[in-house]
């Protein structure tokens, strides 16, 4: 449990009542919180494997309680993720006994060997969607557009990278040196699964305060619910040198290597 | 009102005045993104299909039907005519409104009729009818194949593919959901 969620506007923690007088705790949405913190006391490579919380999430993709595996690398940027990435896919494959670096995903083939195919938000937009989306689109239009018009769209035989999101879209990355109207965050999708989510990481203390400040305003003008201001958090920014993260839906993933079509097929005891 | 959780495949609910129902549902929510709620509709009047994504935070004026239980009568030239179990009040509805119902709509059945405005949109039969056979062709001698099946006519005029064994004048108990024969019925 965690004292203040990040104030993001897309994810709801589930509050814990501690007792009377006390603040409520939160249960944790992400480890991202704690291992940023651990990252700035100086462990240069980590991961957290375990469960996380969120509130209104359940569909055939989505769990209120789901398990995430979440790893970090110091000195390194998202382009080293999507390199983990594939092959953690290749490894996992193979353990699950799939053979010749292919798996078999509701009937359609999906050839595994790296790289994987890597194309950007920008492109995938202008090609099915048909405009360009700019720093700060709107929200609404961006991930109406992206569910509707960009997900059935991607390609089916091959993992696909999403790289570069509009800067408003990835409140915890770093905007790209060579065009800041977009940040290095990327998302790993697999036969129309979103399997993994990363960012490089935004490390400075002073630009991530104004952009909690405006998540944070924007909470609040959605009549969500207020969190304790990140304080901890925000201060170990300081210490923190060039990383990246990536969080990987443990579960999507065995959907994948199981031809599993609905979430709840993958865990022992869904709510 | 119903809002965006309460959103489900069966839900009711008013597009634009008019009745829709859910056929499809599928929540979304793509990574740091709002959620979403992919829905395909089934217009209750013309039959015609829609997509709509639908946010959090929307509202849906639930679909404005009333279900009144009504007594199938008989039918002549004017159509079809049903009693209202409580009030007593006698509707007629057209071959057109009466669609594929009639097809095991027997005099006496008692069935639920879907009201949107005055009009009727749907009809609800029993989930299992009891229908005599009124015609059907000899089984034929040597045709014994496990499985096979022949067409009978049943009293309503509607014809079903049966067991070669089905006899005229046999009572067959039907699922109407699925149109298909069940087994004979214990009489």
Redesign the interface.
């Known amino acids: 449990m965690i004292k203040a969620p990040l104030p993001?506007?897309?994810?709801e923690a589930f509050p814990v009542f501690q007792g009377k007088g006390q603040p409520d705790l939160y249960l944790i949405p992400s480890p991202e919180i704690n291992l940023k913190r651990l990252l700035a006391e100086g462990l240069d490579r980590i991961f957290q494997l375990g469960s996380v919380f969120r509130q209104?999430?359940?569909?055939?993709?989505?769990l209120p309680e789901f398990t995430m595996l979440e790893w970090y690398r110091s000195g390194a940027d998202y382009h080293a993720l999507m390199s983990d990435c594939e092959a953690i896919i290749e490894i996992t494959a193979r353990a699950a006994g799939w053979k010749g670096n292919s798996v078999t995903y509701k009937g359609q083939k999906i050839d595994i060997n790296p790289p994987f195919p890597r194309t950007t938000i920008k492109k995938v937009f202008e090609k099915y969607a048909g405009w360009t989306p700019g720093p700060a689109p709107d929200?609404?239009r961006?991930?109406?557009d992206?569910?509707?018009k960009i997900?059935p769209n991607l390609p089916q035989d091959r993992p696909v990278f999403l790289m570069d999101?509009p800067a408003s879209?990835?409140?915890l990355a770093r905007l790209k040196t060579s065009d800041p109207k977009v940040a290095e965050r990327v998302?790993l999708y697999a036969g129309g699964l979103?399997i993994a989510?990363g960012f490089s990481e935004l490390t400075d203390r002073e630009e991530q305060g104004a952009r909690f400040r405006k998540e944070a305003r924007r909470r609040r003008e959605?009549g969500l619910r207020v969190y304790p201001w990140p304080e901890e958090f925000l201060s170990s920014l300081s210490q923190l040198h060039k990383c990246a993260g990536m969080a990987l839906g443990t579960d999507r993933l065995v959907m994948l290597l199981t031809n599993a079509s609905n979430i709840n097929d993958v865990v022992a005891f869904p709510p | 009102m119903y809002d965006s959780?309460d959103l489900r495949k069966g839900l009711k609910i008013t597009i634009d005045g008019e009745p829709y129902i859910i056929t499809e549902f599928?929540?979304?929510?793509?990574?740091?993104?709002?959620?979403?709620y992919?829905c395909k509709l089934k217009n209750m009047v013309t039959g015609y299909t829609v997509d709509r994504?639908y946010?959090?935070?929307d509202k849906f004026e639930p679909a404005n039907l009333d279900e009144v239980h009504m007594q199938y009568l008989y039918r002549d030239n004017k159509g079809f005519h049903f009693m209202n179990t409580n009030t007593y009040d006698q509707i007629a509805l057209t071959s057109d409104q009466v669609g594929e119902a009639k097809s095991f709509l027997l005099e006496n059945m008692e069935v639920d009729i879907l009201f949107f405005q005055g009009t009727s949109i749907d009809i609800s039969l029993p989930t299992f009818v009891e229908l005599e056979v009124a015609e059907s062709a000899p089984g034929m001698r040597g045709d014994t194949a496990t499985g096979a099946t022949k067409p009978v006519t049943l009293e309503t005029g509607h014809e079903i593919q049966v067991p070669l064994f089905i006899k005229q004048g046999e009572i067959l108990k039907i699922d109407t959901r699925t149109g298909e024969y069940v087994e004979r019925a214990k009489k």
């Open positions: 993001e506007v897309c994810i209104e999430e359940q569909g055939r993709h989505h929200p609404n961006f991930n109406e992206m569910v509707t997900e999101y879209c990835a409140s998302e979103e989510n959605q | 959780s599928q929540f979304s929510k793509p990574g740091k993104g709002q959620a979403l992919k994504t946010r959090s935070g």
